[in-house]
């Protein structure tokens, strides 16, 4: 570099530079300019950096550099722009960088930065933009920072920032934007907030931030964006909070708020986005809110306001979502919210509404959801309904509708959710209904439904189905190729004739039909029908007799054929033993040896750099396809001479998985036994494990108690449908946080499957012992009888884990040191104190999930309830106890 000495500027940003950054950039003293951002620079930021003295601009963002920031950076004087932003820098804001007194803009932001905020940052006075979010920042917010007085933005959120809100921040005159989310702020908002006369955005949300919000903000008369959501502010909303009438993004959402609505919101055209959802709002919603030309999204819902719903609703005209559920709200609904024709989401859910449903409300063609369930509304369901072509979910049940169900409804062919129970529907359910091949779930039960149920074969998609309390009779139709189907309840009806031989019917809620037989528990075997009766006819009698002469020739046939398979299981045995290598391909319905060639090419024959995880059965690979697919590849670890134990745990995932539809398990897409490799392929789920995610503070925080709640019934589901849906039962034997899968919507499914036996009523139960350190039942250190009970002690150390954040043997050796064996604790101690506090909505759901744990992780086999059991109470409202109950440590460890 010494040839370049004389060089005033050095431009090589976005050129795909690899490599790390050389020291020898440091002798470049006359360099006013250097760009390195956008390329793939890696390693360390040198410390001969430091030597640029003359430099006026420094970019190094977007790329991979590691370490810590060199204070030798605090060298460079001149220094006026500072970009270090998204990369992977580490360690502590040097305080050395507080010397660059002609610095306008330090950009730190998407990095692994820790420690303190310095308080020398406050000596620079040139500062106009700061940003340090996104980072792992800890401790108070610097009053000193009240001392940039030229800055206009500063961006701070994403960390873990605590403390309170300095009142020196209200000196930053000439502010535009302040970001503080997504921290542990605690305390008031200061008043002085209110002299930030040019402020734009406020956002304050996702914080611990309590009391009244200050009448000052009112002040803030350039303000476009405010979010105060998800903190624990009480009191009032100020009157005047859109007094500039410039405000467009309002949330202040899941706080303690009381009240009526401020009076500016009414005339605040300039609205785009506002969420005041679970709040105590009060007042006649009618008279507080106005028409909004450019509201896109509003939501009202789970506060306590009255009256009705306006017709000026009609006037949004660019309205997308309109949410005002679990409120006290009467009338009727009026015919011009039809008007609204943008409306993608109409939720009016748990009110009181009365009346019947405006034909005008079949104008809102881009409906996707539609939810007026729990109200009092009556009558049919307008037949313009029918132009609802996109809708995806409808809930109109809980209500009072009393004429037959519409045939049109079988031609909203995207519809996934249809909800009509606990209605007055009369008539015929309508064959159209077996059109809707998207359907997931239909729930016509409580209702005065009759004749027979139709065809519902096409619904290939269908999970669950209740068709309960109604007066349906005659024959259950043939379900046979509808394998998603889970649950079915279809009790209290008057059907009968056999049960369909379907696993969903195998545990089928049926009481209450006397006329239904079959093999399935709580009904009488079928029986033959005799043909000796002198009044039967000749025609009947021949049909009988034909009847019967077939079903004794399918018996013969298939006697005949099941010795055919039986010989040739024999024979496979033998095959099987003598070779314990042989090929065998199934990989989805394709050709499975150039599924196993690309599978091979996809990993790089398996290589450690496609690896995403390691278990005692095998490794986990990450497969991308030539069709841009990707998949979970398990590789077996290969089968050592005369050891069968790799080569049986291959065969028992296989023949569990093989069986299961369900949608908290896994799902197997193929398989591959080779004698140089056996694999299976399974989806892939996006966001990994939930021990992973729990392990990563930042990661956990995006699990918030209603998502940990989701998770705990997702596993209960899946265990229950293992333990009392399949015949044989599935055992899985290693219930662990390592083998919880979560997708992209954080929905559990249980993986592994590696250890599972099945639990064959006619064999032993007794087994070498498997599983995960922790989560391993007591009874197994003297016995290896594994029974289904294994698993449910596991869900209860899981479940613990998942409300506590942490391993239930870490969480024990953190309390040791200050608690006593038996000394009694809250269970707000115990829950993971990296989220703020539950709503008492989630509260009780919470409490009902750590006494099910308790009893889960009885020490005694026989005492623990069944997952059937712990399903049914998860999936009920559970008990609404009054406080948090009082664990000791004993009944934690079990």
């Known amino acids: ?157 994403g960390n873990k920032l605590s403390g309170t809100i300095p009142r020196e921040l209200g000196k930053l005159m000439y502010l535009v934007d302040l970001q503080l989310n997504t921290n542990k702020l605690s305390g008031p908002i200061p008043t002085t907030v209110g002299q930030l006369s040019k402020l734009e955005s406020l956002i304050l949300r996702d914080n611990q931030l309590s009391g009244s919000i200050p009448q000052e903000v009112g002040n803030l008369l350039k303000l476009v964006v405010l979010q105060l959501d998800t903190n624990r502010f009480s009191g009032y909303l100020p009157q005047n909070i859109c007094r500039g009438g410039l405000l467009e993004n309002f949330s202040a959402q899941t706080n303690d708020l009381t009240g009526p609505l401020p009076r500016s919101l009414k005339r605040c055209k300039s609205l785009v986005r506002v969420r005041l959802e679970d709040n105590h709002f009060t007042g006649n919603i009618s008279e507080q809110l106005g028409a909004y030309p450019n509201l896109l999204y509003i939501d009202l819902s789970h506060n306590k306001l009255h009256g009705e719903i306006s017709p000026i609703w009609g006037q949004c005209s660019k309205l997308q979502t309109l949410r005002i559920a679990g409120n006290n709200l009467t009338g009727s609904i009026p015919p011009e919210i039809g008007k609204a024709t943008q409306i993608e989401l109409l939720d009016f859910s748990s009110n009181t509404l009365a009346g019947v449903i405006p034909s005008e409300a079949g104008r809102l063609t881009s409906l996707l959801k539609l939810m007026l369930n729990d109200n009092q509304l009556s009558g049919g369901i307008p037949s313009e309904f029918g132009s609802f072509a996109d809708i995806q979910l409808l809930d109109l049940s809980t209500n009072k509708f009393n004429m037959s169900i519409p045939s049109i409804l079988g031609d909203l062919s995207q519809l996934i959710f249809l909800n009509l129970s606990n209605n007055k529907f009369c008539q015929e359910i309508p064959f159209q209904l077996g059109n809707l091949v998207h359907l997931s779930e239909l729930d016509l039960s409580h209702n005065s439904l009759e004749g027979r149920i139709p065809q519902l074969s096409k619904l290939l998609s269908l999970e669950k189905l209740n068709l309960s309390h109604n007066n349906l009779s005659g024959l259950i139709p043939n379900f046979d190729q509808m394998n998603a189907l889970d649950l079915v309840d279809m009790s209290y009806n008057q059907l009968q004739g056999p049960v369909p031989n379907n696993k969903a019917f195998q545990h089928a809620v049926l009481e209450g039909n006397i006329g239904l037989c079959g093999n399935v528990r709580g009904l009488h075997p079928c029986y033959v029908l005799t043909v000796g009766n002198r009044h039967t006819s000749t025609k009947d009698r021949k049909l009988i007799l034909l009847i019967i002469s077939l079903t004794v020739g399918v018996f013969l046939l298939a006697s005949l054929g099941i010795a055919l398979i039986r010989n040739g299981r024999r024979k496979e045995q033998v095959t099987e033993d003598g070779d314990m290598h042989k090929e065998v391909f199934s990989i989805f ?39 841009g697919s990707i998949f979970a590849v398990k590789k077996l670890h290969p089968i050592l001479i005369g050891e069968e134990t790799s080569r049986k745990e291959f065969l028992s995932e296989i023949r569990a998985l093989m069986e299961i539809r369900h949608r908290n398990i896994v799902k197997l897409r193929g398989f591959c036994s080779h004698s140089h490799h056996s694999f299976l392929v399974y989806d892939y789920l996006e966001k990994g494990s939930l021990a992973a995610i729990l392990s990563k503070e930042y990661e956990a925080e995006k699990l918030d108690w209603s998502t940990r709640v989701r998770i705990v019934k997702g596993v209960a589901h899946a265990l229950s449908y293992m333990h009392h849906a399949c015949s044989p039962p599935i055992v899985h034997r290693d219930v662990s946080s390592n083998n919880i899968l979560l997708d992209i919507e954080y929905e ?12 064959n009523p006619d064999s032993s139960h007794w087994t070498s012992p498997a599983g995960t350190y922790g989560y391993i039942a007591p009874e197994l250190a003297y016995t290896m009888k594994v029974t289904e ?106």
């Open 748 to 759: 559990p499914v249980v993986s592994d499957f590696g250890t599972a036996k099945l639990l």
């Open 1 to 157: 570099m010494g040839n370049l000495s004389s060089l005033f500027e050095l431009h090589l940003d976005t050129n795909n530079l690899s490599g790390s950054i050389p020291a020898s950039l440091g002798s470049l003293r006359n360099l006013n300019y250097l760009a390195l951002n956008e390329n793939q620079l890696t390693g360390f930021i040198p410390p001969e950096m430091g030597n640029l003295s003359s430099l006026f601009e420094l970019h190094l963002d977007t790329n991979n550099l590691s370490g810590s920031i060199p204070p030798t950076l605090g060298n460079m004087k001149k220094l006026v722009l500072l970009f270090l932003q998204t990369n992977n820098l580490s360690g502590s804001i040097p305080t050395s960088l507080g010397d660059l007194s002609d610095l306008k803009a330090l950009y730190l932001y998407e990095n692994q930065l820790s420690g303190t905020i310095p308080k020398e940052m406050g000596n620079l006075k040139s500062m106009v933009s700061l940003s340090l979010s996104m980072n792992k920042l800890y401790g108070s917010i610097p009053p000193s920072l009240g001392n940039l007085t030229k800055l206009t933005i500063l961006y701070l959120f």
């Open 789 to 894: 009970k294994c698993d449910v002690y596991s869900f209860g150390v899981l479940s613990l884990e998942v409300i506590m954040g942490k391993k239930l043997a870490d969480f024990v050796s953190s309390f040791s040191t200050h608690t006593c064996d038996n000394e009694e604790i809250l269970l707000n101690d115990v829950l993971d104190q990296r989220l703020p506090p539950p709503l008492p909505t989630v509260q009780n759901e919470l409490i009902t999930i750590a006494r099910l744990a308790i009893a889960c992780k009885h020490s005694h086999p026989q005492s623990r309830p069944t997952m059937l059991m712990v399903e049914q109470v998860l999936s009920s409202q559970g008990a609404n106890f009054s406080r948090l109950p009082e664990i000791t440590i004993e009944r934690l460890i079990g």
């Open 589 to 627: 319905d394709f050709d499975g040896k150039r599924m196993y060639e690309e599978i091979i090419k996809a990993t790089n024959n398996f290589d450690v750099s496609h690896c995403i995880g390691k278990g005692g059965s095998g490794s986990v690979y990450k497969a991308k396809l030539l069709s």
